[in-house]
Each structure stands twice: as C-alpha cells, then as structure tokens.
C-alpha cells in the first residue's frame, strides 16, 4: 500500500474538518457565514483558472457570476426549471459570453485588459436596470429578483437546514479545486503559465495565445457562472447592485492574489480567513463603518504585495523548503563527525 505523503494527510485532515464543522453549532448566523465563506472559496477558486494561471487579471470577471445568477433565477421563476440544472445552464450561458468578450478584450493587454471587464460589468448593470422585461421575462429592474418559494425541496434547492446548503457549497468548492489541480499538472496548465510569464516567448515558441487564454477564460466562467446559480438559491434575491457591482469581483480578485495565484489551495485559504473576518465586520461595524471592510482589504493586499508579492502559500511553502535545506546541509554527509573515530582510537590505546 502506498504511503500517503504529508501534504495528503494534511488535505485529508481539511477535508474531515470541514465536512464536520457545520454540526458543531446550532446557530443560524454561524452556519450563514460558513455558507458564504464555502461560496467564496469557490468562487475565488474558480476566478484562479484564468486569473492565476493564465495571468488574466480580470477585475470584473464577477459578471460571469451575475449573469449565472440571473439565468438560473429567470428560468426557476418562468419556466419551473429546476435551479439544479438552472446553474448549469447559467454556467454555460456565461461560458459562451466569456468567449465573446475574450475575442475581442484578450487583443488588449494589462491594465486596458482589466478595464475592459470593469465596462462590461457597467454595461450590464445599466441594461437591466433600463429594461426590466426582456423577452417577456422579469428580470426585477433595478428592484431586484426575487425567486419563488416553493416549499423544502431537493429538487427545488429550497431548505431550511443552511447546513445543506453549506455542503453544496462545499462540494462545489471540490470540483473547482479538482479543476484547479487537473490544470496545474496538465499541458493547458504548462501553456498557461508560459503565457503568464511572457506570452510573446510564448507565442514565438508556436503556443496558440489566444485559444488557450479562451480556454482559461471558458472555464472559469463556467464555474462562476455555476456558482452565480448557487448564489441565488441560497439567498433567494439577487439585484443588478449586488451581482454586478465592482466590490464582488474586486473581493474574488483580491482573495487570490492573498493565497497565492496559480496554487491549487491558495485562494481558498484566503478565502476562508478573510470571508469571516469580512463578515463580523459587516455585522458588529456595518452601519457605523460601512466602509471599513474594503479597507482593511486594501490594507490587506498592500501588506501582501510588500512583504509576500507571491501570496501567503507560496510564501509558507517557500520558508518551509527553506527550512528542510538548511536541516539537510547541516547532516553528516560521510559517517560520524571528524574527530570521532580519533577519539574512539585513543581510548583504545588506553
């Protein structure tokens, strides 16, 4: 049987931690925070794809989760459609919107690239607050969209335990770190980071730049727009402010970049310190300080940035083999030390 390696048995012991952490509390606002901090991590998780290893720092790919969100509400509200295959729809909604804007915002590079998928987010945040019926459809205008309760039901992904919401999440989170680990070992993920480090190099060693940047692009907006899906039937309203406002794509940014971008487990991580820590600010200081959170994000990424321009993973990692080099340079290399076996002869000599 093959042993497990330390870094399994870690992921083992994170995984069992975080199947029971939601039975050891009753309380509605705790199991309401685990909820959002699982949904973040997957968010954040899914963003890393093209984000952190194809290097498409996007500040408004948030958009893929709003536009997810909204399909899935419109079709569970008109159609009857169940909000399970709703968010697959959704995320392949999004999926074939991400394509679209990467033809044509992918030509741009760097700071016009990010600006690009902040003018989409307005785009959108405008035209559903102009026009509230599309199709024939009620969108909510800038009132929001509220979804129909229909009663506890699986089918319906309609509960009153937010425990089975959390675990939804979670398994949610598994698929997009699956994802984030297939594509870290893969030769997407190979070209992807080439295309992050010099995507000029890149393209003159005959990488195709611009399909694998959509090939990035495509999957993470497929997740997001999944989890806009979710997103919606927990909290059972979504409005154009919320789902399409700069702060949403900003915080799934910013939580990457905190991790690690382009690590498996990075984002997460992050999410799963700064998603509480946001959250008792917003409840104990949110009236008082509605701006302290942002803040102290701010704050956050300047820290990162100066001290752990990689993030916080690979910065532990990178102190970590420190460590086990130093542990291994200071061993003997050829036998007992020098002097030892001098030593050994002349007590017997005596």
């Not at 487990?265 to 310190?273: E, Q, T």
């Not at 990689?310 to 130093?326: D, T, W």
């Amino acid at each position: 049987m093959k042993k497990l390696s330390k870094n399994n048995v870690w992921m083992l012991i994170a995984f069992a931690v975080a199947v029971i952490l939601p039975n050891t509390t009753k309380s509605s606002s705790v199991l309401q925070i685990m909820v959002v901090t699982m949904m973040y991590a997957f968010f954040t998780t899914a963003w890393n794809i093209s984000g952190g290893y194809a290097g498409q720092l996007g500040l408004g790919n948030g958009v893929y989760i709003g536009i997810g969100a909204y399909i899935t509400g419109i079709l569970f509200n008109e159609l009857h459609v169940s909000p399970w295959f709703g968010l697959l729809a959704g995320g392949v909604f999004a999926a074939i919107i991400s394509l679209g804007m990467g033809s044509f915002t992918f030509k741009l590079q760097g700071t016009y690239y990010s600006l690009a998928t902040v003018a989409l987010l307005a785009i959108l945040r405008i035209f559903l607050n102009e026009n509230r019926y599309i199709m024939g459809w009620d969108f909510g205008g800038p009132a929001g969209l509220k979804t129909k309760w229909l009663g506890v039901s699986f089918q319906n992904m309609q509960f009153m335990d937010k425990r089975i919401y959390y675990y939804i999440a979670l398994g949610f989170l598994m698929i997009s770190l699956l994802a984030c680990w297939h594509t870290s070992r893969s030769k997407s993920g190979y070209y992807f980071r080439a295309i992050d480090t010099n995507q000029e190099a890149a393209a003159s060693l005959g990488v195709n730049v611009m399909q694998y940047k959509l090939q990035a692009q495509f999957i993470s907006a497929l997740l997001m727009g999944m989890g806009g899906g979710f997103y919606v039937a927990f909290y059972q309203f979504i409005d154009t402010e919320t789902m399409f406002n700069f702060e949403l794509s900003f915080q799934t940014m910013l939580m990457a970049v905190i991790g690690g971008r382009a690590t498996v487990f990075g984002p997460a991580v992050a999410a799963c310190l700064l998603i509480p820590f946001n959250e008792l600010l917003r409840r104990y200081f949110g009236t008082a300080l509605p701006g302290l959170p942002m803040l102290l994000y701010g704050l956050i990424l300047m820290a990162t940035i100066q001290f752990m321009p990689q993030g916080v993973i690979p910065f532990i990692s990178e102190k970590l083999e420190r460590r086990k080099a130093g542990e291994r340079a200071r061993l003997p290399i050829n036998g007992p030390e020098p002097g030892a076996e001098t030593k050994g002869e002349a007590n017997t000599d005596e």
